[in-house]
């Protein structure tokens, strides 16, 4: 059985194996070339204010455009990363590309004060290297540390361990900013929570997908909306910001408006688009 003979080793033929299990071995073993060679890339979704709309940060999404298979999305390959430990070199080069672009975005446009969040995968948030990472993609391209913000699941703050991570405290100390992804899939300690130094709860898409127009669509008692605005209080509580992902349309950019939420990313703000794009909207955005 491929797996169990060891990782990033060929294994013999084996009629048992499916074809999904082939390419995905396939795809992990090009991995690594794939890097060398320069084939990823990274997208960006605008945060916007539910205030005022405005863009306040992007979060930086890699793709892998793949010479023959076209652009894959990271649900393709993040996980295959991890198995194969490429992704502490794979998210060491997203972190200082998205600091690239974001220090471009910088330059050309200082008062918009655009921040660039990264996520972090559980490895590579427990790698011992992480801070020094940061640090070196914060000098190396001179973005200011409180224009980057890390994007860590609650299972990667809870680290292997099973307790928050120490390195979580040296990453503040740099003075990025610290987001919880997904928020409300994993299993949030809350008196962790209240001591880690975390600025911003991301709430996670489900959440978001249940509130609809017709109140008679989803559960007759709006569970989801009062989830959600159980967790902005709590947030707010904590004196945290809050982001709500996945919004797909103008009544839950609303809803979520009234429930005080504080910005939202979605297809209803922008879906993810190169760097380029990016500028453009920088450029329609500024104001005399
Ligand atoms: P995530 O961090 O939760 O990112 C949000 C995902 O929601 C993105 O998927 C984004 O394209 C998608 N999305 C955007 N608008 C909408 C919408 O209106 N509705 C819904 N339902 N979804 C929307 P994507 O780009 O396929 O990324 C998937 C996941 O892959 C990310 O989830 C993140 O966990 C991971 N990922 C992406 N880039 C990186 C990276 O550079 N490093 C690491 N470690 N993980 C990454
Ligand atoms: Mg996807
Ligand atoms: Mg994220
Ligand atoms: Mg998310």
């Known amino acids: 059985w491929a797996k169990a003979e060891g990782r990033g080793r060929w294994a013999v033929y084996d009629p048992e194996r499916s074809a999904a299990d082939i390419a995905?071995?396939?795809?992990?073993?090009g991995l690594p070339a794939a890097l060398d060679r320069g084939e990823f890339v990274l997208h960006y979704q605008p945060i916007v204010s539910l205030l005022d709309g405005t863009?306040?940060?992007?979060?930086?999404?890699?793709?892998?455009q793949h010479p023959e298979?076209?652009?894959?999305?990271?649900?393709?390959?993040i996980g295959l990363a991890e198995e194969t430990g490429l992704i502490v070199r794979l998210g060491a080069w997203v972190?200082?590309?998205?600091?690239?672009?974001a220090e471009g975005w910088r330059r050309a446009y200082p008062e918009a004060g655009l921040v660039v969040s990264v996520n972090l995968a559980a490895r590579q948030a427990d790698d011992p290297a992480i801070v020094d990472t940061v640090a070196e993609a914060l000098t190396r391209t001179g973005l200011p540390?409180?224009?980057?913000?890390?994007?860590?699941?609650?299972?990667?703050?809870m680290g292997t361990a099973g307790e928050p991570?120490?390195?979580?405290?040296e990453l503040a100390g740099l003075g990025v900013?610290?987001?919880?992804?997904?928020?409300?899939?994993?299993?949030?300690?809350?008196?962790?929570?209240?001591?880690?130094?975390?600025?911003?709860?991301?709430?996670a898409g489900p959440f978001v997908e249940g509130i609809r127009a017709d109140g008679a669509d989803v559960a007759a008692d709006h569970r989801d909306e009062r989830i959600v605005d159980a967790l902005v209080r709590l947030a707010h509580a904590l004196e945290l910001w809050v982001t709500a992902e996945a919004v797909e349309t103008e009544v839950q950019a609303e809803r979520l408006r009234a429930l005080r939420c504080d910005t939202g990313q979605g297809r209803w703000f922008g879906a993810p688009v190169p760097a380029d794009r990016i500028r453009a909207r920088l450029a329609g955005e500024e104001r005399p």
């Open 24 to 29: 995905r071995s396939a795809l992990a073993a």
């Open 55 to 64: 863009m306040l940060a992007v979060e930086a999404l890699v793709r892998w």
């Open 95 to 101: 972190l200082r590309q998205a600091c690239r672009d």
């Open 145 to 157: 540390a409180e224009l980057l913000q890390l994007e860590l699941t609650e299972s990667a703050v």
């Open 177 to 203: 900013r610290l987001a919880i992804d997904d928020f409300g899939t994993g299993y949030s300690n809350l008196a962790y929570l209240r001591r880690l130094p975390i600025h911003c709860l991301k709430l």
């Open 165 to 169: 991570l120490r390195s979580l405290h």
């Open 69 to 77: 298979l076209g652009l894959i999305g990271p649900d393709r390959f």
